[in-house]
């Protein structure tokens, strides 16, 4: 009864912070209206974006449903990856397609995890990486012209770390088949949300 009680609380924890993420509206994921602080504005705006909640938490789903190295690996190549995005966006170099690229981030990497299946830690990460990259330029670009870019950009590696982390403790409940039930559906649900971002409905 403990084994199954504790993935379901943790996955009810999952669950609430993408209520909490759709809950808030869309248009503030993308946009430096009204945010002009550094770190607390850094650390809140991950969680303004109900894509970038859903993806963040694939991402950590993904990294425990593989196991291995893949548990730790995935969770810090996305955040050095969407660094790297941040860059370019805060550099105004122009990618093309952002927006779509990040609205499919959430359908693919949430297919991944539904699918239940194991595939080659090469291609979670490139899949990862790609991803984390527009991710990534999309906040550079926006980063607030007052906020400390330094102290900004930490609250929001924090903030996407936390995910992170909500989206293992989920995951590696997979080891037990009532909690890999749960996270191939949450895995499910993330990508139609994907579906929904992609169309607008979200």
């Known amino acids: ?21 759709l809950a808030a509206a869309p248009a503030m994921a993308h946009e430096s209206a009204g945010i002009v602080g550094g770190f607390a504005s850094g650390f809140a705006h991950p969680f303004a974006g109900p894509d970038h909640v859903a993806a963040m938490v694939a991402v950590g789903l993904l990294g425990a449903f593989l196991g291995g190295r893949a548990v730790y690996l995935l969770p810090l190549l996305f ?27 959430a359908l693919v990497l949430g297919l991944m995890v539904a699918a ?7 291609a979670a990460g490139a899949a ?7 991710h990534g330029h999309a906040h550079g670009t926006e980063l607030p012209a007052a906020a400390d870019a330094l102290t900004y950009s930490a609250g929001f590696v924090i903030a996407t770390g936390l ?14 088949q009532t909690g890999r039930v749960a996270v191939r559906t949450l895995g499910g649900a993330i990508a139609v949300l994907g579906v929904a971002f992609l169309t607008g409905m979200a």
Request: charge should be positive; aromatic fraction near 10%.
């Open 79 to 105: 955040p050095v990856a969407m660094a790297m995005g941040g860059a370019l966006g805060f550099a105004g170099i122009a990618l093309p397609g952002v927006e779509l690229a990040i609205a499919a981030s």
């Open 1 to 21: 009864m403990r084994m199954i009680g504790k993935p379901s609380f943790v996955l009810a924890f999952v669950l609430a912070l993408l209520a909490a993420g």
């Open 128 to 134: 990862c990486a790609f991803f984390a990259i527009f």
């Open 116 to 122: 239940g299946r194991g595939m080659p830690l090469w």
């Open 163 to 176: 995910l992170h982390l909500a989206g293992i403790s989920v995951g590696l409940s997979a080891r037990w």
